[in-house]
């Protein structure tokens, strides 16, 4: 599985971007993830095969995650973006039953400028 991001960029705070991971199709969970300089990697957000979501507290209300199987493309919309969003953006496939990552992408750099 080759996992394929896109969509990141410089913006300003308040902004809103639209990542795109393809070649995500997948009857697993799929997630993004993000690392910022000096931290750990974190959940951003994580949506199941039948739809139900689960979103990071600093993200609840700002970001969505959706899936469009038929294009096998997973998507974050990222709006009000804060300077903190500012981290390097990976998508994942989880592994069968579970919420751990499996495959990742390569990831897509997002700054936030305030």
């Known amino acids: 599985v080759q996992l394929v991001e896109s969509g990141g960029g410089l913006v300003q705070a308040g902004g809103s971007l639209r990542l795109s991971c393809a070649n995500s199709?997948?009857?697993?969970?799929m997630g993004w993830y993000r690392q910022a300089p000096g931290k750990e990697r974190e959940l951003v957000a994580r949506i199941g095969s039948g739809g139900s979501t689960y979103y990071a507290d600093s993200v609840k209300g700002r970001f969505t995650i959706s899936r469009d199987n038929a294009k096998s493309t997973l998507y974050l919309q990222m709006n009000s973006l804060k300077p903190e969003d500012t981290a390097m953006y990976y998508c994942?496939?989880?592994?069968?039953?579970?919420?751990?990552?499996?495959?990742w992408g390569q990831g897509t750099q997002v700054t936030v400028s305030s």
């Open positions: 199709e997948s009857i697993f969970s």
């Open positions: 994942a496939v989880m592994w069968a039953g579970s919420t751990n990552p499996r495959y």
